[in-house]
């Protein structure tokens, strides 16, 4: 079966630092990685996927990751983090089938000045 | 702009009276899903329609129902809600899938059970 973790809970950086978030898979095959964002109250947000190709993958927001498949690993990244980056951010995987998408527990990011 | 409508964004139940969340799209999506999702925890899929068929997943609670009347909308009904459904239920559409393509999220309905 599919499992994804997220080992931080919660991350607390400074605006303007670097930020990583990790996110390890479990799956027998390649697997489809996705990151969501969810800002308090609402819905969650794509950032970016990871279906095939290039491993380092761009999305929206400034954000990017890397799928490792050596590591069973799809990292979440930022350069610069702004205060509006606070959020719950969540990894998930899925498949070309019919198996619904598998949620991390989610990390929960706060930014400080 | 194409989007997922949830309504209300909030509601507020008494233990035990009936309630329905409604979901609208406008991407024309074959796939919609309901999610439950408690405070600090990963959303948790109730059930999904790819086009009218019904998927229940296994530890879906017989309190919950779904119908989907026409591609665009979609309801989760609540028969007799506990204080234990007290939750954010998360509408979401996906072209296809449901594992491989990207779902795309309503902003969510807040259920309070008194």
């Known amino acids: 079966a599919q499992s994804v973790t997220q080992p931080d809970i919660h991350i607390t950086v400074s605006e303007g630092a670097s930020l990583e978030l990790r996110c390890n898979y479990s799956?027998?095959?390649?697997?489809?990685l996705f990151w969501y964002v969810q800002s308090p109250g609402q819905g969650l947000q794509l950032l970016l996927k990871?279906?095939?190709?290039?491993?380092l993958v761009q999305g929206i927001k400034g954000f990017e990751a890397e799928f490792k498949r050596s590591q069973s690993s799809f990292n979440l990244r930022k350069p610069s983090v702004h205060w509006s980056d606070a959020a719950e951010y969540f990894c998930a995987v899925g498949d070309s089938g019919n198996t619904p998408l598998v949620f991390g527990k989610g990390t929960r990011l706060s930014v400080i000045a | 702009d194409a989007m997922v409508i949830q309504n209300p964004r909030y509601q507020v139940t008494q233990f035990g009276k009936p309630v329905t969340l409604s979901c609208s799209q406008t991407l024309n999506h074959n796939v919609m899903y309901w999610y439950q999702q408690k405070s600090s925890q990963a959303p948790k899929l109730l059930f999904h329609?790819?086009?009218?068929?019904?998927?229940n997943e296994a530890d879906t609670p017989d309190n919950f129902q779904s119908r989907r009347p026409n591609t665009s909308f979609c309801f989760l009904d609540i028969r007799s809600p506990g204080l234990g459904d007290a939750a954010m239920y998360l509408c979401?559409?996906?072209?296809?899938?449901?594992?491989?393509?990207?779902?795309?999220f309503g902003p969510g309905t807040r259920l309070l059970v008194l």
């Open positions: 329609y790819y086009d009218k068929d019904f998927n």
């Open positions: 979401a559409t996906s072209r296809g899938g449901p594992g491989g393509e990207t779902q795309y």
């Open positions: 799956y027998g095959a390649t697997p489809y």
């Open positions: 990871y279906f095939s190709g290039d491993t």
